[in-house]
């Protein structure tokens, strides 16, 4: 099973007053991978930029650099392009329980950028956390495989964790999340995160698109989908890299988009940079996943 879609990203920032430059590192182009083919893509900026390279970091990303050293009141962000994304749900578990995991991990010795060793220990937005350890151990039982407990972690953070905007910001601590009980996408991605690595099984962070379908009877708002952070588990050597979403307590498919793969949100934001300006700036996202017929 495989979708086409044509997708558009517009992230605008406006300042009060205009910045006097700006420097920016874009990872807002779709991946090349297993199951997803970027057929066509395009990152682009207005004003122009002063500035600009392409280049690639260590995960595979996609980064794109803007910059600006002549003043800018507003700048706009873009991504246009279309993407096939193919997803064969696997049909048979196959990843080992704790001790072959472990076992699969002491035979690994390469550390490329899909080693599972970068996704074990802690990184700069995800700290093994004793409660979120525990919390993960109280979901699974003993004997079972990788997979199994990854799938019921996901379900328990779904279940126990409430979907709220307004709770958290980017920059809030995961384990004050976790006490809350509350978050957005990236709060459920980085507790999950750290609740696996305390189990032993490596895991990172994904950024992408996702696809949003309109109420029975509604039809399509363009520009209403979203920019979305899911997980990524190692579920042995026979089996692999696994993405699930807590967020909507499913294994990821056609409907998600990715965009960039790393250990946690600071090494896949959208967009990361400096500025010098004085006085607020404001922000708007509108991102558009159209199925192409």
Known sequence: MSTLYDITLKITYLYETPA??????????????AGQDLISGLVS???????????????GNAVTEFSYETPVSEIEFRFAGRVRRAYDPPELDLSPGADGLAADLREI???ESHSPHHFLGESARVRKESAITRYAREQIGDGLSTLAAVRIVNAALNRDMAFDPEATEVDTPLLEAFRARRGVCQDFTHIMIAALRGLGIPAGYVS?????????GQDRLEGADAMHAWVMAWCGAEMGWVQVDPTNNLMVGTDHVVVALGRDYSDVAPVKGAMRSAGAHETRHQVDVAPVA
């Not at 698109?209 to 309109?214: D, I, K, S, Y």
């Open 20 to 33: 006097a430059s700006s420097r920016n590192a874009l990872r807002i182009l779709p991946r090349n991978l």
């Open 45 to 59: 900026a207005t004003p122009l930029p002063g500035y600009r390279r392409d280049v690639v970091d260590f995960f």
């Open 109 to 111: 010795r390469g550390l």
């Open 208 to 216: 992408g698109f996702l696809r949003t379908v309109p109420p029975p």
